[in-house]
């Protein structure tokens, strides 16, 4: 038991150096805001699922718990979002690595996983523009009001960033680690019991599992793929529902409930659907 909860401390470490530093840019935007700021940032998002894609595709998920606050802080687009929660792989790759699993096939899904993240988030945004959704200038003083850190209350950035840090660090600390002891003790045995090597109903269940915000989930995926007890349609699903700690630092900093699920949502159906059209691929 002990160890597991140093095994979670450690993990939820390792996010430090990508919260911090995205703190201190919200931060920065907040405190030189204006209409020059705000144009840049403009051109830029058109280019946010590209970037959020490929960024997401790196084996760590400190990636999606960042671009969640910067969504949050009105930085990045909603489909920006969603195509790094997609090609997030969390410890999926690693894990494979150490299975022998051939190089042509880890290639294979890191580049589908950025090719479908970065389709999905352009379509999210096409979409939502055509609805006549506007993305909002960046607002991190809607971050300060909702975790009522207090922080507007201190001057220059590193103060602020350091308090979000900390508020989002111990909250990602307590939740991960119910969630890990949870999947302890029953978490591959359950996804065993799934039917996760049958078309559709893998990838739907694959799907499912994926969305749990831990790790660990990545890590049996990997496991059960090396052993063939899990088809590559649902190992893609799985991998691309889930958005590793990014959907927990989501519903702590951005306050819209409804958006949020309706950002799960996309982001299964899209596992689901990418995830069996690549079932057909392998």
Same mark, same amino acid.
């Given at each position: 038991?002990?160890?597991?909860?140093?095994?979670?401390?450690?993990?939820?470490?390792?996010?430090?150096?990508?919260?911090?530093?995205?703190?201190?840019?919200?931060?920065?935007?907040?405190?030189?805001?204006?209409?020059?700021?705000?144009?840049?940032?403009?051109?830029?998002?058109?280019?946010?699922?590209?970037?959020?894609?490929?960024?997401?595709?790196?084996?760590?998920?400190?990636?999606?718990?960042?671009?969640?606050?910067?969504?949050?802080?009105?930085?990045?687009?909603?489909?920006?979002?969603?195509?790094?929660?997609?090609?997030?792989?969390?410890?999926?790759?690693?894990?494979?690595?150490?299975?022998?699993?051939?190089?042509?096939?880890?290639?294979?899904?890191? %580049?589908?996983? *950025? #090719?479908?993240? /970065?389709?999905?988030?352009?379509? !999210?945004?096409?979409? +939502?523009? =055509?609805?006549? $959704?506007?993305?909002?200038?960046?607002?991190?003083?809607?971050?300060?009001?909702?975790?009522?850190?207090?922080?507007?209350?201190?001057?220059?950035?590193?103060?602020?960033?350091?308090?979000?840090?900390?508020?989002?660090?111990?909250?990602?600390?307590?939740?991960?680690?119910?969630?890990?002891?949870?999947?302890?003790?029953? %978490?591959?045995? *359950? #996804?065993?019991? /799934?039917?996760?090597?049958?078309? !559709?109903?893998?990838? +739907?269940? =694959?799907?499912? $599992?994926?969305?749990?915000?831990?790790?660990?989930?990545?890590?049996?995926?990997?496991?059960?793929?090396?052993?063939?007890?899990?088809?590559?349609?649902?190992?893609?699903?799985?991998?691309?529902?889930?958005?590793?700690?990014?959907?927990?630092?989501?519903?702590?900093?951005?306050?819209?409930?409804?958006?949020?699920?309706?950002?799960?949502?996309?982001?299964?159906? /899209?596992?689901?659907?990418?995830?069996?059209?690549?079932?057909?691929?392998?």
């Amino acid at each position: 038991m002990i160890e597991l909860l140093i095994d979670v401390l450690v993990d939820n470490l390792l996010l430090l150096p990508f919260l911090f530093p995205t703190y201190l840019v919200l931060e920065a935007i907040e405190a030189h805001a204006g209409g020059a700021l705000e144009r840049t940032l403009g051109r830029a998002r058109r280019w946010g699922p590209l970037a959020g894609a490929l960024s997401g595709a790196v084996p760590q998920c400190g990636f999606s718990a960042a671009a969640a606050s910067l969504y949050a802080g009105g930085v990045i687009t909603v489909g920006t979002l969603v195509s790094v929660f997609l090609s997030t792989s969390d410890e999926l790759i690693p894990v494979l690595v150490s299975r022998a699993i051939p190089l042509g096939l880890l290639v294979k899904i890191v %580049g589908l996983k *950025v #090719l479908f993240g /970065f389709a999905a988030g352009l379509a !999210v945004d096409a979409f +939502l523009r =055509a609805r006549g $959704a506007r993305t909002p200038a960046p607002h991190v003083e809607d971050l300060c009001a909702h975790s009522r850190c207090g922080c507007t209350e201190h001057r220059g950035i590193v103060v602020p960033a350091l308090i979000h840090t900390a508020e989002i660090f111990v909250f990602i600390l307590v939740a991960s680690g119910i969630i890990e002891l949870a999947l302890h003790f029953a %978490g591959e045995d *359950v #996804l065993k019991s /799934f039917v996760l090597n049958r078309p !559709v109903v893998g990838e +739907l269940l =694959a799907g499912l $599992a994926g969305m749990v915000p831990n790790c660990a989930v990545s890590v049996a995926f990997a496991q059960l793929y090396a052993e063939g007890g899990m088809s590559a349609g649902a190992l893609m699903a799985g991998s691309l529902a889930g958005s590793g700690l990014g959907a927990l630092v989501l519903f702590r900093t951005h306050r819209r409930l409804k958006d949020n699920l309706l950002i799960l949502v996309a982001v299964y159906v /899209f596992g689901v659907m990418f995830g069996h059209l690549a079932g057909y691929l392998f």
